[in-house]
């Protein structure tokens, strides 16, 4: 039982670049949300989705794109990426309901020169 | 409204004391406040969560005491650990069908041998 699997766990990128950040989850969890964690910043939500096909903005989505095509996968699109997205991304899942643990993965941390 | 205060931003514990980590919230929606532990390399885990239909609650070495018509909710980890040292975040979260938390800034404790 892997839980949260985010991929990949590194990667650097320059600027203008795409690329697609992957998270799976192996718990049949309904909710999924990608979150951003910068110093003195806390986490704070970019997206989120509360069932398969379906996906949401949250406080800061600007600049980013998602996708939950199946329920065990969400997948966080960097369009063109910008020295402001530099940063540690965390994916989490939960079952439904308000007061459900949010599962975490471990993180990508993410580098655009 | 939706914004969680959470201080201090850093903390100092000799091995055997006592930790304080404090929140503040605005949102009077809000019914329901977890604390999430963070190890360094890792994702946040919960540790413990409170309802306001209680002022306290106590899991082990660590007790949320929650005041609500201050608005206030606070974290103490009694007899303090060096294996405690991580970053710790309040949240808060209010009812519907999203599972949404918003996160405080996180708080850095150490625990010094």
């Known amino acids: 039982n892997a839980g949260v699997t985010q991929t990949p766990k590194f990667r650097v990128l320059k600027t203008g670049q795409s690329m697609t950040l992957l998270c799976a989850q192996d718990m049949n969890h309904e909710y999924m949300y990608w979150y951003r964690q910068d110093p003195g910043m806390g986490l704070r939500l970019i997206h989120y989705?509360?069932?398969?096909?379906?996906?949401a903005k949250g406080e800061v989505p600007d600049g980013y794109n998602v996708s939950r095509l199946k329920k065990q996968n969400f997948l966080l699109g960097l369009e063109s990426a910008a020295p402001s997205q530099t940063s540690v991304y965390f994916c989490?899942?939960?079952?439904?309901?308000?007061?459900?643990?949010?599962?975490f993965g471990d993180g990508t941390r993410l580098s655009i020169l | 409204q939706q914004q969680v205060k959470q201080s201090p931003q850093s903390l100092i514990v000799q091995k055997g004391g006592i930790s304080i980590i404090n929140c503040a919230y605005e949102n009077t929606a809000f019914d329901y406040f977890p604390w999430y532990q963070q190890f360094p390399g890792k994702g946040p885990a919960l540790l413990i969560a409170i309802r306001p239909d209680v002022s306290e609650k106590k899991e082990g070495r660590f007790t949320i005491s929650f005041n609500k018509s201050a608005k206030q909710f606070s974290l103490h980890i009694m007899d303090s650990q060096p294996g405690d040292s991580a970053t710790y975040f309040c949240?808060?979260?209010?009812?519907?069908?999203?599972?949404?938390?918003?996160f405080g800034q996180g708080t850095t404790l150490q625990v010094k041998p």
């Open positions: 989490a899942s939960s079952y439904q309901g308000h007061n459900q643990p949010q599962h």
């Open positions: 949240a808060a979260g209010r009812p519907g069908n999203t599972g949404k938390l918003i």
């Open positions: 989705s509360v069932g398969e096909g379906t996906t």
